[in-house]
């Protein structure tokens, strides 16, 4: 009896990309070929785990997006005090990330760490200003999919926002609530 474990079927990257692409912005209708082309127009990257993608507030060399090919990344936020972040969200495979950095070039709004090894698509502001030159289609689908992708993005902060202003607003109502037990107690010992 042989022991030996058949070979594992290769994935081909490449076209494992351009369905996670056009997974990743499905309301776009990018085409295969369309896909394709995109993915064409990245450079992989592969990134070992705890390794730092980039970071908050990173004003150079900022001017690309990722899409997530194989493993996770997580985002975070910092309030300015060291060690204390906010887990914003876990990235997976058939994700964009970095889109705000393709379109402004403006300073990272997140950190972003590899939590395991991953493998990326990196697109850079220059192959994504080329693809809109000589296949302006693809660019369009794609810029139609980062923007679907931001825009539920700014929903969901908006929720987030208006949920953090009604928590707010009852703390408010309920300090105000203590400050005025606390000031007719001080009268009345005062009267005493």
Known sequence: MNDITPPRPRVDLREHAVHLLMRAAPLAGMSLEEARTVVDAMRPLHLLADTLLFEEGDAVDNDYMVLVLEGQLRVVSSNGVPGDEVVISVIDPGSL???????????????????????????????????????????????????????????????????????????????????????????????S
């Open 97 to 191: 990330v970095g889109e705000m950095g393709v379109i402004d070039g403006g300073p990272r709004s997140a950190s972003c760490t590899a939590l395991t090894d991953v493998k990326l698509g990196v697109l850079s502001r220059s192959s994504l200003l080329e693809l809109v030159e000589t296949h302006p289609a693809a660019a369009a689908r794609l810029m139609l999919g980062v923007s679907k992708g931001l825009a539920e993005r700014l929903r969901e902060g908006n929720r987030r926002l208006r949920t953090l202003s009604r928590v707010t607003r009852a703390l408010q109502s309920e300090l105000d609530a203590s400050h005025a037990v606390n000031r007719r107690l001080l009268d009345a010992r005062g009267r």
